[in-house]
């Protein structure tokens, strides 16, 4: 461990918080464990008198319809989870459909439970705005019931003395709908069934059945033909299914409604890969070659036992990508990717080996195989384990990158170190100090004594940094850039 280097910089709490809503609420499917009591509860609805049917369908949407926007579609929607059920050669009468669709929906309060691990990007959008000014997009780790994990967003304004102004967060919450007609290449998923120990003679059979270019229809259609006209042992068959729909399933698109907040998006898990979650998104505004913009996120796809890095692509925060990331490199947690190339490759930051800071490098940004450590525990407030927090940004002396540190009694902190320009697998200097460290009124909470971050951005010359606050509400800090890598000590 190096001599002390005495940390004096100054470090801006804003008194911004950001609280999560327990009235914004979405709409789930809601099926019993036991799917033979579904058709038990539609026969009790269709008992209903029509008069009484009636009434009850006037109630709920008097009671619901100023919570959601269109329950009518969220109704016709988890009627067809359920369509399966319906008694044959029976016509529905229109209040029987709706009525099946709500007994079978129910709410779930996406933010009741926390609203932390944030990060922030400038917006698509930098038009009619104040000399100085900058239009922000943060996106955060909302938790509800169940501890169960999603992507939800805030827009607002940073001036030109970095004051925080939001844009008001609607009352409303949308989910979009699911779209699986993403189109799959041959060679890339059958890399990835490589990768997972999952490629066999029943995968090879059924891929080279399909296009190199086919649609997700197209891989259940020869999935459905070769159960229909078993080739391989009925168990091995199952399970290779499983592995292909599943691999199939962690790829999708979703779309949003243009004209709606974007405070009223949220990124729910929709794929059985991240059945309990999507944890800790960091969003880079990724500039191409061209200088054309694509903003990426990673984020840690959960499904109560395993986890599965994922990578969202979106240029408007309208319409999004979920794709897999593969590759023996990317086993693990904690992503986070350049804002650009560097020497013609992609570059990406993540903890490897639950503890250290890793690099690594790829020409392809889906496949990532090899890793080396830049960093390692050094100080007591990080003897535990370290990893970054969030993507690089980039400045003329280096990139900095925030590092969170966990020391006794689980404390995180937050840390940060400066990489070289064009070999950022060197750290040039560090903080020996922690430049954030949970004070009293931050470290109550789920997870106590935690701050935390996905990403910062630079404005008017000061580094700005949203960060959670043991795992319940998030904050906003600030820090002068000269002055922090100043402070920084050379690393020989």
């Known amino acids: 461990m190096k001599a002390k280097h005495r940390l004096k910089l100054k470090v801006t709490r804003k008194p911004n918080k950001i609280i999560g809503d327990i009235s914004r609420v979405i709409t789930r499917p809601h099926l019993p464990d036991d799917s033979h009591r579904i058709s038990r509860i539609i026969g009790r609805i269709m008992d209903l008198p029509d008069a009484f049917a009636n009434d009850l369908m006037t109630k709920i949407l008097k009671d619901f319809s100023g919570r959601h926007e269109d329950l009518h579609h969220v109704f016709e929607k ?3 989870r359920v369509r399966d059920f319906l008694p044959e050669h029976v016509l529905l009468k229109d209040v029987q459909k709706e009525l099946i669709g709500a007994y079978f929906t129910k709410e779930y309060a996406i933010e009741s439970a ?3 691990n944030p990060s922030i990007v400038p917006h698509p959008d930098q038009t009619d705005l104040e000399k100085g000014s900058l239009r922000f997009v943060m996106s955060l780790r909302a938790t509800g019931e169940g501890h169960i994990s999603s992507i939800v967003f805030r827009s607002g304004i940073l001036d030109r003395h970095n004051t925080f102004c939001f844009d008001p967060v609607s009352e409303f919450v949308e989910t979009p709908d699911l779209k699986q007609d993403s189109v799959y290449n041959r060679s890339v998923f ?9 490629n066999n003679e029943i995968s090879t059979y059924i891929l080279g059945r399909l296009p190199e270019e086919f649609l997700f229809k197209e ?4 999935i459905r033909i070769l159960n229909a006209n078993p080739q391989f042992s009925a168990a091995k068959q199952k399970t290779t299914f499983g592995f292909m729909t599943w691999l199939a399933d962690s790829n999708y698109e979703v779309d949003f409604h243009s004209d709606h907040r974007i405070s009223e998006r949220v990124i729910f898990p929709v794929s059985r890969n991240e059945s309990r979650g999507i944890e800790d998104a960091r969003f880079v505004q990724f500039f191409d070659d061209n200088q054309e913009v694509t903003y990426y996120a990673t984020y840690t796809a959960y499904n109560g036992v395993t986890i599965l890095p994922q990578l969202i692509e979106t240029k408007d925060f309208i319409h999004f990508k979920i794709l897999t990331l593969n590759g023996k490199a990317v086993q693990n ?4 990717l350049f804002p650009r190339k560097i020497k013609g490759q992609y570059a990406m930051l993540s903890r490897q080996g639950g503890e250290n800071n890793h690099i690594m490098f790829s020409d392809n940004l889906h496949f990532w195989q090899t890793s080396e450590v830049i960093q390692e525990p050094e100080y007591p407030w990080e003897f535990f384990q370290i990893g970054n927090c969030g993507s690089p940004v980039e400045t003329d ?3 900095i990158v925030l590092t969170h ?6 404390q995180y902190c937050i840390g940060a ?18 430049l954030l460290a949970p004070n009293e009124k931050e470290r109550e909470g789920y997870v106590p004594n935690v701050v935390y971050s996905c990403g910062s951005i630079i404005h008017q010359k000061e580094l700005v940094i949203p960060y959670a606050m043991s795992d319940v509400n998030s904050g906003v800090a600030t820090v002068e850039v000269k002055k922090l890598i100043q402070c920084m000590h050379a690393v020989m």
Do not use: S, Y
């Not at 891989?219 to 020869?222: A, F, K, S, T, V």
């Not at 947690?333 to 986070?336: C, F, H, L, R, S």
């Open 219 to 222: 891989l259940i259609e020869q």
């Open 417 to 434: 170190i400066l990489l070289d320009l064009e070999n950022p697998a060197r750290v040039i200097a560090r903080l020996d100090e922690p």
């Open 333 to 336: 947690k904690g992503m986070a």
């Open 190 to 198: 059958q890399r990835k069934l490589d990768e997972m120990k999952a």
């Open 405 to 410: 540190g966990v020391g006794p009694m689980r």
């Open 114 to 116: 926390a609203l932390f």
């Open 397 to 399: 002396k280096g990139w």
């Open 78 to 80: 988890h009627l067809d």
